[in-house]
């Protein structure tokens, strides 16, 4: 499913409010007011976490509710800060991104359950500046999507032990470019350990496997030919760099790879497509012109 906030039926896909209970919800719900408000102070903050007091305990008289509501209980405090700081978070939710995060609770959150989600978003820009100070009106709403997003994964990855589950993140890129991002990914690194949940991270490039702040390894890679990375791939694969290596991955045609396996052993393997009914999700970019090995 693409969630595209143009779409009503999307409207509180990733309400913190809709799919999370309790203490998580507040957590949630604190990151992403935290993320969207200019100026948040401490009579602020102590508004609009006793405001989603409020909603949750409407939510559990069965009340259909969201974090709309949540803004909305804030324009009722005798304070004419919290009151301005309610609205304009009312206001910033209105015909944006922000409208799947923030919800008036009518429509259902994404299904944990199904077995099998592919989720899309659709108007994300992520920045790729470290600092708070140079995000975009734009990059600061779509973190706090990113926030929703991470929420749901690790709640999938770790609602049953018992049940192997497994979460797919193609072009990874995406998440690393943020902080926010990178602990999503390694968060759910360590989920997989702990609560048998498979990772499969997808990338055009090697750079994205691993941060800085962030020592886990993955146990199998498959390291398709990437030319300009070639000297990256050996060292990440932890092989040698010389000419031998170079010309082994170098000349690898389509198709083909090297796999590392959790034993640590490195061999040059064909993926051949067995079942031809998968090659239509090859056909991602409309051309005329044809790849050949």
């Not at 509710?65 to 206001?91: C, I, K, P, Y």
């Not at 991470?150 to 902080?179: A, I, L, Q």
């Not at 750079?207 to 030319?227: C, I, R």
């Amino acid at each position: 499913m693409t969630l595209d906030a143009k779409n009503p039926d999307n409207h509180g896909a990733l309400d913190p409010i809709v799919f999370l209970d309790g203490q998580e919800a507040i957590d949630l719900a604190d990151s992403m007011i935290d993320s969207v408000l200019k100026e948040n102070t401490d009579e602020i903050e102590d508004a609009y976490l006793t405001s989603i007091d409020r909603v949750l305990a409407r939510k559990k008289q069965g009340e259909k509710v969201g974090m709309l509501h949540v803004f909305e209980d804030m324009q009722q405090s005798s304070s004419e800060t919290v009151v301005n700081a309610g609205r304009n978070l009312w206001r910033k939710s209105q015909k944006s991104i922000l409208s799947l995060c923030f919800s008036d609770g009518r429509n259902s959150a994404i299904n944990l359950t199904n077995k099998t989600t592919i989720l899309e978003i659709s108007g994300l820009d992520l920045p790729k500046s470290e600092s708070q100070m140079d995000l975009t009106k734009s990059q600061k709403k779509s973190l706090v999507v990113l926030y929703g997003l991470g929420y749901f994964c690790k709640r999938f990855g770790e609602r049953d032990r018992t049940v192997e589950t497994m979460s797919v993140f193609d072009e990874c890129w995406m998440f690393n470019s943020t902080p926010a991002g990178r602990e999503v990914i390694k968060e759910m690194k360590r989920i997989g350990r702990s609560y048998n949940n498979f990772m499969i991270l997808g990338t055009q490039s090697v750079h994205d496997l691993k941060t800085e702040d962030d020592s886990t390894g993955f146990g199998t890679v498959f390291a398709f030919l990437e030319e300009t990375e070639i000297d990256d791939i050996l060292a990440y694969l932890k092989l040698p760099v010389n000419e031998e290596t170079k010309r082994w991955i170098g000349n690898m045609t389509m198709g083909q790879c090297i796999m590392y396996d959790t034993f640590g052993r490195r061999e040059r393997i064909t993926v051949d497509g067995m079942f031809p009914e998968v090659t239509v999700l090859f056909d991602t970019v409309e051309s005329q012109l044809k790849a050949t090995a």
